[in-house]
């Protein structure tokens, strides 16, 4: 079965930085897409960044943009989200995704951590 699993999060002052990291473990084929999303508390979830496995094409939501690095290690199965100058805003919970295909022969489906809680706060 597949896995992803998210560390790093925590508590950080504003305008501090944190590394969110993400492995991919289990019976994995191929990676797609790899992406961070996160979840403030009453908010839809939405998509903060997102890198080709194969290329390391990029693309960030406008919010964090300028403020937030996407990164992949192919061999780790590994994708992290290095964010500085972190502001209020950013507090919630981030959550790892990729599409991921488990043979050959089978598609890609989404694969979600479980989540990570960031908290920018003074």
């Known amino acids: 079965q597949v896995q992803l699993v998210e560390s790093g999060g925590g508590l950080v002052q504003p305008g501090g930085s944190l590394r969110l990291s993400c492995a991919a473990s289990?019976?994995?084929?191929?990676?797609?897409?790899m992406g961070w999303y996160r979840q403030a508390p009453g908010k839809q979830r939405e998509l903060v960044a997102v890198?080709?496995?194969?290329?390391?094409?990029?693309n960030y939501a406008d919010s964090v943009k300028g403020r937030f690095t996407i990164s992949r290690d192919n061999a780790k199965k590994m994708v992290y989200l290095q964010m500085n100058s972190l502001k209020p805003e950013d507090t919630a919970v981030y959550y790892c995704?990729?599409?991921?295909?488990?043979?050959?022969?089978?598609?890609?489906?989404?694969?979600w951590g479980q989540g990570t809680l960031v908290t920018v706060s003074s």
């Open positions: 890198i080709t496995v194969i290329t390391g094409s990029t």
């Open positions: 995704n990729g599409d991921i295909a488990e043979t050959s022969t089978g598609g890609y489906r989404k694969v």
């Open positions: 289990g019976s994995i084929f191929r990676i797609s897409n």
